[in-house]
């Protein structure tokens, strides 16, 4: 960095947040002139509210991330009564809203590698609780609506650590945050569209109850398997 | 044995529900594709629903930055040759004597869209002193410096109309301004410099 006069402190909060980046991001290739391709480059290049721009690339950003959809499917694996499924998932998008939306306005800069290993323990979780691995191990239930909510909580904080790299423009930042809000719920409705009709075919199937042991098996494997990812990423990146 | 009895047939979705739902579902990607992928992701628009929804300009940008980032790679690479090439394909601007406090005071216009760089050749340790204002709209910049394989980024701004302060060289080579309009009108940027350079640099 090259010392400057003017505006110490806003360059001071520039850098802490760029030694952020560097903590949680896997570092890819050095651009000689600094340009940010995709959609963290779109956002650095505008200010202002774009409230459409932002709903898709919340969408994008939920459509995409296999570790929400995985959770998504763990909550509604043997849920199939619409008012149980719209409780659930309502839980799980309240949790994320709270704290992706304090998180980016606070700037609660979390460790991406630390809360994408906790997400993956709530996959671990959930598939073991389908499993009624906590009843056999324990002889009692943990409350499931508890549950979702605390995933939702920790699925926002991810969240707000990723949109915090974004650097969002101050000049409309809550008006896109509330877009980028919108698009990560209509994501999970399109998610959850297809996982229903993926389910309901499945679960029409005789032999639904004994494959679905195999499916939570699965599930508990990548969710060990993305809590790995992410320990191992955490000890190279330091 | 599961947290979850199992489901009764008579609950669950029949498969007219199930077909009819997945006959939505394709419509509906094939409708997100066209509509909203294509604008958002590669700047087409066949629909032109994404025009209207603000999409297009999002896929433009994305194409723009990752042709730049391509060929940013492809000039830079990793030969550690950028300000020699800088030098090279740089045109000297014209410089104007200013107010007795500053050297230079340059003055450039950029169409929407439009982007321009404009460095000032420097040794390692020196220092510039500058101040910039923008006429008729807001206006990116990007103050960097990258020579013989070392880079360094000092400010990112956006949407701003005004500029003023000092950096100090960590190395020797071109330091200096990428600029970028994104605003709606065209931009007209005065930059006033002074300090220990050898050189004002600008390229396209």
Request: proline share 3%; aromatic share 10%; net charge negative.
């Amino acid at each position: 960095m090259f010392p400057i006069t003017q505006g110490g402190k806003r360059m001071a909060m520039r850098l802490s947040l760029a030694v952020l980046t560097l903590l949680v991001l896997v570092p890819g290739p050095l651009l000689a002139h600094d340009v940010t391709p995709g959609d963290a480059g779109y956002i650095q290049e505008i200010w202002g509210v774009h409230i459409i721009p932002f709903i898709y690339l919340g969408t994008k950003h939920m459509i995409t991330g296999y570790d929400h959809i995985l959770v998504l499917l763990g909550v509604v694996f043997f849920l199939y009564h619409m008012r149980e499924v719209a409780l659930y998932v309502s839980l799980f998008a309240l949790g994320h809203s709270v704290t992706m939306l304090l998180g980016v306005w606070y700037g609660w800069g979390i460790n991406a590698y630390v809360i994408d290993a906790i997400i993956g323990l709530s996959v671990v979780y959930k598939a073991l609780d389908n499993l009624g691995a906590f009843q056999k191990w324990f002889g009692v239930q943990p409350n499931t609506k508890a549950a979702t909510l605390i995933f939702g909580l920790f699925h926002g904080t991810g969240l707000a650590s990723k949109i915090l790299e974004y650097e969002i423009a101050e000049d409309g930042l809550l008006a896109n945050l509330l877009a980028f809000n919108v698009g990560v719920e209509v994501g999970q409705l399109l998610a959850l569209f297809v996982i229903l009709i993926v389910m309901g075919y499945w679960r029409r199937n005789p032999g639904f109850m004994r494959q679905a042991t195999y499916a939570n098996l699965i599930m508990v494997f990548l969710g060990v398997l993305l809590t790995y990812q992410q320990v191992a990423g955490y000890f190279a990146s330091t | 044995m599961y947290n979850a009895p199992k489901p009764k047939l008579e609950d669950l979705p029949t498969k007219a529900q199930l077909r009819r739902s997945s006959i939505i579902a394709g419509i509906g990607a094939v409708a997100i594709a066209v509509m909203v992928y294509m604008p958002a992701e590669l700047g087409q628009d066949p629909t032109g629903v994404g025009s209207l929804l603000g999409l297009t300009e999002m896929g433009e940008i994305k194409r723009q930055l990752a042709e730049e980032a391509a060929a940013d790679e492809a000039l830079h690479g990793t030969d550690g040759s950028s300000w020699l090439m800088d030098d090279l394909l740089g045109l000297f601007v014209s410089t104007a004597q200013a107010q007795e406090a500053w050297t230079d005071e340059l003055t450039f216009t950029l169409a929407p869209g439009d982007s321009t760089e404009i460095k000032a050749t420097m040794e390692q340790g020196a220092t510039l002193f500058y101040a910039w204002t923008s006429n008729g709209g807001r206006v990116n910049f990007d103050l960097h410096a990258h020579a013989n394989g070392q880079d360094v980024t000092c400010e990112k701004g956006r949407g701003q109309t005004e500029g003023a302060g000092s950096f100090e060289t960590p190395f020797a080579g071109d330091h200096g301004w990428f600029w970028r309009n994104r605003d709606a009108e065209a931009v007209t940027v005065t930059l006033q410099l002074r300090g220990d350079y050898s050189a004002i640099v600008r390229s396209e």
